[in-house]
């Protein structure tokens, strides 16, 4: 079952008995996932389990749903006010990212590596900070302390990684599907219950701009009801030019006159869709993968001879896919291809983020 049609399935789109047989599946395993989750939660709380520190500051960003929620434009920019002295208006930091992402190869000594999907976003767009990726989080930043002396640690996609203590909790929260259907995987899109939001010093609701104010208040007063302490901001995905072969840019306002065809194998294929459809005048087509999909030969004369046959003037994917893109000899010097590339931008909430920040860097937020 591909992602678009599981998404169907547990939403309660898909109709008739086999479907309710399904449903009745995942729910029934969704309990043993529960009860796996809550004790893991209880022995982390009562201390039964064992959280490890390092001597630097640490600050995690996750999320509660499978997916995407848009945790990667948080890093990048949390990693830029740290080592560009941006917002924070203090010095610069040496700062490390973990991330237990997928690379295609890592020299043991850090030097040479060769990344794909989110690792290698991470790297291009942080030049101020080393990219770790390793699947032991703990290994990791006893690495990055000990080895490369950084003083803080970005933890990407770490709220449920618990062994690693954290001076900062950010959760990104996807105003498209914020709660995960309600249910925990695999009945629903939950990797915990939204009561795990409770450890929680902030959260950051991603693509604001793709739904309406009703339903993103709805969403706050929900996030109130679970923790009222916590820091809520608001942000949107913005683009900000497309990139094709050989770094060449292309301005927005090229973007708008382009017929465009467009594809993605991302957690969230309706958000990058909406934007495209914002951002250029004509979407003439599009094509959606699962997330994390490998990209082969077939695959890409398929994308080309749909946008061939729908006249497109430019294919348009997302950074992530185009990572794990390797065009054959036929395509190399083809200049049709780009990827869109965004920035996030907070509309509402970065000063009180940026202020937690100030804190944990400060020493005023204790590791939990």
Request: aromatic share 6%.
């Amino acid at each position: 079952m591909n992602q678009a049609d599981f998404k169907k399935l547990i939403s309660g789109q898909k109709k008739g008995l086999i479907a309710a047989l399904l449903r009745l599946v995942l729910r029934v395993s969704a309990v043993g996932y529960f009860l796996f989750i809550g004790l893991r939660n209880l022995l982390y709380s009562r201390g039964l389990l064992k959280t490890h520190r390092v001597n630097a500051v640490i600050f995690s960003v996750g999320n509660i749903t499978v997916g995407g929620t848009g945790k990667t434009p948080l890093v990048i920019w949390l990693c830029n006010q740290l080592t560009q002295n941006s917002k924070l208006k203090a010095k610069s930091y040496n700062c490390a990212i973990l991330t237990r992402g997928y690379k295609a190869s890592q020299d043991p000594k850090l030097e040479n590596q060769n990344y794909t999907d989110e690792p290698a976003i991470l790297a291009g767009s942080c030049a101020g900070a080393k990219v770790i990726v390793n699947p032991d989080r703990v290994a990791g930043a006893v690495e990055a302390v000990s080895r490369f002396g950084v003083k803080v640690l970005i933890m990407d996609d770490g709220f449920q990684h618990r062994r690693l203590a954290r001076n900062l909790d950010i959760v990104t929260i996807d105003a498209m599907q914020p709660f995960g259907y309600g249910r925990l995987f695999p009945a629903g899109l939950l990797r915990e219950p939204v009561s795990a939001l409770k450890r929680a010093d902030a959260v950051v609701i991603t693509r604001c701009d793709q739904i309406g104010e009703v339903k993103l208040a709805k969403i706050e007063e929900r996030l109130k009801q679970v923790n009222s302490n916590m820091v809520i901001a608001r942000s949107v995905h913005a683009p900000i030019l497309a990139k094709s072969k050989d770094n060449k840019e292309i301005n927005l306002k090229e973007l708008k006159d382009k017929k465009v065809f467009a594809f993605c194998g991302i957690g969230n294929p309706d958000a990058f869709f909406n934007t495209v459809k914002k951002t250029c005048s004509d979407l003439v087509g599009s094509k959606v993968y699962n997330d994390h999909h490998h990209y082969t030969v077939g695959c890409l004369a398929g994308i080309y001879a749909q946008a061939k046959h729908l006249k497109a003037g430019l294919i348009l994917t997302t950074q992530k896919d185009w990572t794990k893109i390797t065009l054959p000899e036929a395509l190399k010097k083809d200049t049709s291809l780009a990827y869109l590339a965004i920035e996030m931008k907070f509309v509402v909430g970065e000063d009180k983020l940026t202020a937690l920040i100030k804190d944990a860097l400060a020493g005023k937020i204790g590791g939990k």
